[in-house]
């Protein structure tokens, strides 16, 4: 890597920190201006289009970053788990050692995922997908989930990440010291997940339909 090229990418992440230095303060990304954003990083604003062609892509930027560097150390913790209840319990573990570690983060996807920018809105979506198609490539390997069809699956899939996604608010408010809480947060989550799967695997459309 060149000596440009490495301060490029410094440039470029200290544009990503000034904006979640600003959305800390809990406003939404759409509220957020260029100029501010460029001020905050210490740059003029014509700096900024070296790096990002607009706000938008910005955010997607940081949507993008969070969800590739999680969505690696989920794959690494389940490839490790050989158990359906070691795979829930070492995933939730890493999952909330990543959410108090990336607060800014977190704290900016949960704000917009129902709300604020249509742009990133979307991109949250389709990540949260990414999640959904690798825990179902992943579960496909153990055999009580492999005889299942690809739709079922997948609706499985959908409901665990959906309730992990909704929990990471909680998890976020929850402070790293206070290690009562954030155990009993974990349990309950992995309780929640254990439901899902043993009620997916004792389901059955006949005995409903029926």
Request: net charge positive; glycine share 4%.
């Amino acid at each position: 890597m060149t000596v440009r090229h490495e301060r490029k990418l410094q440039t470029r992440m200290s544009i990503m920190d000034a904006a979640l230095d600003l959305l800390e303060e809990r406003r939404s990304f759409s509220s957020l201006s260029l100029r501010e954003v460029a001020r905050e990083a210490g740059l003029v604003p014509t700096a900024f289009y070296r790096h990002f062609a607009s706000m938008d892509e910005l955010g997607l930027a940081l949507v993008q970053s969070t969800s590739e560097r999680l969505r690696e150390l989920m794959r690494q913790a389940r490839s490790s788990a050989m158990h359906r209840e070691v795979l829930i319990s070492t995933s939730i573990q890493v999952f909330q050692g990543f959410v108090q570690a990336n607060r800014r983060e977190f704290g900016f996807a949960i704000r917009e995922r129902f709300g604020g920018s249509a742009v990133i809105r979307h991109a949250i979506n389709k990540e949260m997908e990414r999640f959904i198609l690798d825990l179902s490539a992943d579960l496909l390997k153990f055999p009580m989930f492999s005889k299942m069809s690809q739709i079922d699956l997948k609706m499985i899939c959908n409901l665990l990440v959906s309730t992990v996604a909704n929990a990471a608010g909680e998890l976020l408010e929850v402070q790293g010291e206070d290690s009562l809480r954030s155990s009993a947060c974990r349990d309950m989550l992995v309780k929640q997940l254990r439901l899902i799967i043993l009620g997916a695997l004792a389901w059955s459309p006949k005995s409903i339909e029926g």
